[in-house]
């Protein structure tokens, strides 16, 4: 991973913004979209976007310590802008690291037309349900469990579903259980994560521990939730823990 992907509150921040043309009105439009107080190549600012590229421009800029990103320059850029689906409160951010703005125009594209329209009010819903998701489960792993049961594919709340924020009343309601303690076995036939199985992959997105046996490649391993216990061991462990846990070992 050569960049790292954040979220920058710009609301009222000045962002320098250089550079004319549509390319320019672009950038204009993005910034303010997000709340920035858009300024000059000389006023104050940490960041700041050279629109036409200008080497000369980058160069200042950097000079002063501001993190810039030059347009259609991806080895003098600080930072890129991504491509953006936006279903407020959730975005979702599409990079290349410069590479080709239209691949990631066409990823995102794809992953609108998947996203309900109202996938942003299932989020403010569980917002605003914080309060009784705490009470309703105290145990924080329990909470977790429950809220991803709720959200699998089919679930309730499943967040495909164009119907699933009006659905939280209803899941809390039925107060669901998260899935039971139960151990999963993946026999790895690759070492590649992008020839995981559909099965896999998904199992690794929720899983609370990963037991591996040592020949597991790390980039196996990188695809399970960043929170999720690794642990190395020679054999499938007898007594796995609470929640859902994976044992992986490559197929013979």
């Not at 991806?74 to 936006?86: E, K, Y």
């Not at 009010?121 to 009784?132: I, K, P, T």
């Not at 909470?143 to 209803?170: N, Q």
């Not at 669901?176 to 559909?198: C, H, W, Y």
């Amino acid at each position: 991973m050569q960049s790292l992907p954040v979220f920058l509150r710009l609301q009222g921040r000045a962002v320098i913004l250089t550079g004319e043309g549509e390319l320019a009105q672009a950038k204009r439009r993005l910034l303010e979209r997000a709340g920035a107080s858009i300024v000059g190549e000389t006023e104050d600012a940490a960041l700041a976007i050279v629109a036409d590229g200008d080497e000369a421009t980058v160069a200042r800029l950097k000079a002063r310590g501001i993190l810039v990103n030059a347009t259609d320059k991806p080895a003098l850029c600080d930072f890129t802008l991504p491509a953006i689906v936006d279903r407020e409160p959730v975005l979702i951010a599409i990079g290349t690291g410069g590479a080709s703005a239209g691949l990631a125009k066409a990823l995102r594209q794809r992953i609108e037309a998947l996203l309900p329209a109202r996938l942003g009010a299932l989020a403010s819903a569980l917002h605003d349900a914080r309060g009784v998701i705490r009470t309703r489960w105290p145990d924080a792993a329990a909470r977790r469990r429950a809220i991803d049961g709720g959200l699998a594919a089919g679930g309730l709340i499943d967040p495909l579903s164009g119907k699933s924020a009006d659905a939280v009343p209803r899941w809390l309601a039925e107060q669901q259980e998260g899935t039971a303690n139960r151990l999963e076995i993946i026999r790895l036939a690759s070492v590649d994560p992008d020839e995981l199985t559909l099965r896999a992959a998904r199992l690794l997105g929720e899983a609370d521990r990963v037991y591996h046996a040592p020949d597991v490649p790390a980039a196996i391993l990188d695809r399970a939730r960043a929170d999720a216990v690794r642990l190395d061991m020679t054999a499938m462990p007898d007594e796995p823990g609470e929640g859902l846990s994976l044992w992986l070992e490559m197929a013979r």
